[in-house]
């Protein structure tokens, strides 16, 4: 690419329409959250009930709040968990249409579904997805994977647990 | 005594319940029920904490089943790979190769007669734990996680019940004090 080229798509860059309103900028703020795991929890959407039970039973405003918030966070880590337990088992896709697009019927063939040139091609991807689905594995092993990803969330909201709760034995 | 701590914990639990698990076999819910009855003083954070406890639990298990279920499909497919030849030999499932470890001696030795000369099941296990190592060690950290979880909120647990303690077995204190000093005090001549 040439300078001259490369300094216009900075000046075209410069006057590209991000988002005006309030509302756009808004949505667009969440474009690279993949999950909101790390998130702070809104103070907004805390258990009232739980909250209450908490300052009945001898808490202060701020420990109660601070408790919900913290339990808030573990049971946000804890439903993705589930979740992502009981997502089902991904294959390797595609196959058929795969196939049919490869597959070029021979009209000369009087059965084309028996000519050795179709069985040769029902082999070959029949092999492929054998490989991909071994490469992927079973459920078990796809779930495993995928939790596997999560446990530093785990750790992170259950160790504040217990940083608050120790806390207010002190 | 423990059927009237596990139904004043249930009384606290059901309006603050937080773990909506999706277990039709029931497995949590009796976990829970044990980790309730054996609180000394159920309130609403030491019920709350029995209840991620018992999530924890339930979660350790599951994860136990992963890693097991992991080793066994692998070694079905260790099987699946040496015994060669069509027709000779049928394909063993993951339960298959679970209950020829356990006790079914009678599958056990089909499959090592399919599996030919030179081989055993405990060494195509072995060949799974290698092949499979890295799924392994990641239900290892799974289960590993679940352990520290319990152990964290078993930690938060003992300190709440811990004050509790501390404070009951300090007015005991105080009463054994205050009934000393009425017997020092007590002066039968007077009556």
């Known amino acids: ?170 | 005594m423990s059927d009237d701590t596990l139904k004043k914990a249930l009384q606290i639990l059901t309006p603050i319940r937080t773990v909506n698990l999706d277990d039709p076999s029931g497995q949590f819910e009796s976990i829970l029920n044990d980790l309730l009855s054996d609180l000394e003083t159920p309130n609403t954070l030491s019920v709350l904490l029995c209840e991620q406890i018992a999530e924890s639990i339930y979660w350790l298990r599951r994860h136990v089943d992963d890693k097991n279920e992991i080793l066994n499909e692998a070694t079905a497919n260790v099987v699946k790979g040496l015994s060669g030849g069509f027709g000779s030999h049928r394909d063993y499932s993951s339960q298959d190769i679970a209950k020829a470890f356990q006790r079914d001696t009678k599958l056990r030795k089909a499959i090592e007669e399919d599996l030919g000369k030179g081989h055993t099941l405990d060494g195509c296990r072995a060949r799974a734990f290698i092949k499979s190592a890295k799924e392994i060690r990641i239900a290892d950290d799974l289960i590993q996680r679940q352990m520290l979880n319990i152990r964290h909120l078993q930690k938060g647990l003992d300190s709440i019940d811990l004050k509790k303690r501390i404070l009951k077995r300090m007015d005991l204190e105080i009463k054994g004090i205050e009934d000393k000093l009425l017997a020092i005090e007590y002066d039968p001549k007077k009556d």
């Open chain 1, 1 to 170: 690419m040439t300078q001259r080229r490369t300094d216009a798509n900075r000046v075209n860059a410069s006057k590209s329409t991000g988002p005006k309103s309030r509302g756009g900028k808004s949505k667009s703020s969440k474009n690279a959250i993949k999950h909101g795991l790390n998130q702070a929890i809104d103070e907004g959407s805390i258990d009232p009930i739980l909250y209450q039970s908490l300052i009945d039973d001898g808490l202060s405003g701020d420990e109660a709040l601070m408790i919900v918030m913290a339990i808030g966070d573990y049971r946000r880590v804890m439903e993705a968990w589930e979740y992502e337990y009981h997502q089902p088992k991904k294959v390797y896709g595609g196959l058929e249409s795969q196939l049919m697009r490869a597959i070029e019927f021979d009209k000369r063939e009087p059965n084309p579904i028996y000519s050795e040139k179709y069985i040769k091609t029902v082999e070959r991807y029949w092999a492929i997805a054998n490989r991909q689905n071994q490469r992927i594995g079973g459920t078990v092993r796809q779930r495993v994977k995928r939790l596997g990803k999560m446990i530093r969330y785990q750790r992170r909201s259950v160790n504040r647990i217990k940083k608050l709760v120790v806390g207010l034995q002190k």
